[in-house]
């Protein structure tokens, strides 16, 4: 049989046990090609750029379906 404990923990101890599980905001950068903001570390969906070299083709917005079609 596991151990039990003889009184109830506090409900201010166990935030303090779990004060550094928070989530964090995700952090956000400005792409130095376009200047729009995009996440640290991946291509930047406004114009495909990432480290200096485009990666990909950006979605162009005239391509695009509406729902409706």
Same mark, same amino acid.
């Given at each position: 049989?596991?151990?039990?404990?003889?009184?109830?923990?506090?409900?201010? =101890?166990?935030?303090?046990?779990?004060?550094?599980?928070?989530?964090?905001?995700? %952090?956000? #950068?400005?792409? $130095?090609?376009?200047? @729009?903001?995009? =996440?640290?570390?991946?291509?930047?969906?406004?114009?495909?750029?990432?480290?200096? %070299?485009? #990666?990909?083709? $950006?979605?162009?917005? @005239?391509?695009?379906?509406?729902?409706?079609?």
């Amino acid at each position: 049989m596991a151990p039990l404990t003889k009184r109830k923990y506090s409900s201010a =101890r166990q935030g303090e046990r779990r004060a550094h599980l928070a989530l964090l905001p995700v %952090a956000l #950068v400005e792409c $130095p090609q376009c200047h @729009k903001t995009k =996440r640290a570390h991946t291509v930047c969906p406004e114009c495909g750029y990432y480290n200096g %070299a485009q #990666v990909i083709k $950006p979605d162009s917005k @005239k391509n695009k379906k509406s729902p409706g079609q």
